[in-house]
């Protein structure tokens, strides 16, 4: 049977990949923060997912769960799926420079180093990775700049890693959905409702708590469920051959069909008066 390693597998995207390839017969290493949210996992899941402590962010641990999948799978990792994520929202002028360092170590550097890790054993099984990009990696809008430039990140490294690896038979894959209901953008509340403006900036940002308060109900309200995402990694996973890119949800595709149609400024005034500002 074949077998995927999945990181941020306790909640969204990750565990509802994990919960469907398990039922399709996948071995699923599935990396989580907390024993806790391992174990509920292991439960819904049966005995095809294997729960591992995997933080992206520290290396005893990358290295750990890369000894485990030689443990486990030692010549046939057939994908990684590099899900783990968070997302760091905010004017960029009032957003530190420590704050966007943490966004990039989740979702940039933490995607890379479990890559570089497991590389070995996908090479030994020809096998396949997946990193879960967004539409906004391909388009941004306002006051998610370090979220939006990790994933532009994301984006050039996987199609580096395309070119790279395919001497070694290593297929790479974006999934790039729109808005999808998960709970990071539950966490994004409780940033909106502890963001502070400073008195001197209120004329230039005093809009910004209930306007991203907006962008976060909008999304919550036309967000695709996370089975959807799980639905089409399942499809690349098997497929003969992957596609670079997989766009998910009809706004994704309405928004990068408008951006590349539309003259850039226009499209700016179209965001920012979708978003209220």
Do not use: C
Request: proline letters at 5%.
């Amino acid at each position: 049977m074949p077998t995927v390693l999945i990181t941020g597998a306790s909640t969204g995207i990750g565990r509802a990949t994990a919960l469907r390839l398990a039922g399709s017969g996948w071995t699923v290493l599935a990396g989580v923060r907390k024993t806790a949210d391992g174990e509920a996992l292991r439960v819904a899941g049966g005995e095809r997912v294997i729960p591992l402590e995997l933080d992206v962010t520290d290396p005893a641990q990358i290295e750990q769960a890369a000894e485990r999948v030689g443990e486990l799978a030692p010549s046939d990792l057939d994908a990684l799926v590099n899900n783990a994520g968070s997302a760091v929202g905010g004017p960029l002028e009032l957003i530190s420079l420590d704050d966007l360092r943490r966004q990039f170590d989740v979702n940039f550097f933490g995607h890379v180093a479990v890559t570089q890790a497991l590389i070995p054993a996908l090479r030994r099984a020809r096998g396949r990775i997946v990193l879960i990009s967004s539409v906004g990696g391909l388009l941004t809008t306002p006051y998610l700049a370090p979220y939006h430039a990790s994933k532009y990140a994301l984006e050039a490294v996987a199609n580096s890693l395309r070119l790279e690896l395919a001497g070694s038979h290593i297929q790479v894959a974006l999934i790039e959905p729109g808005s999808v209901a998960t709970p990071i953008w539950e966490k994004n509340r409780g940033q909106v409702d502890e963001f502070a403006v400073p008195e001197e900036l209120r004329e230039q940002y005093g809009h910004v708590p209930a306007a991203m308060a907006k962008t976060l109900q909008s999304t919550a309200r036309r967000g695709i469920p996370s089975e959807r995402v799980a639905q089409t990694i399942e499809r690349a996973l098997s497929a003969k051959r992957m596609r670079a890119r997989y766009l998910i949800g009809r706004d994704a595709h309405a928004m990068v069909w408008a951006s590349r149609l539309l003259p850039d400024l226009l499209f700016d005034r179209l965001l920012r008066r979708a978003v209220g500002v």
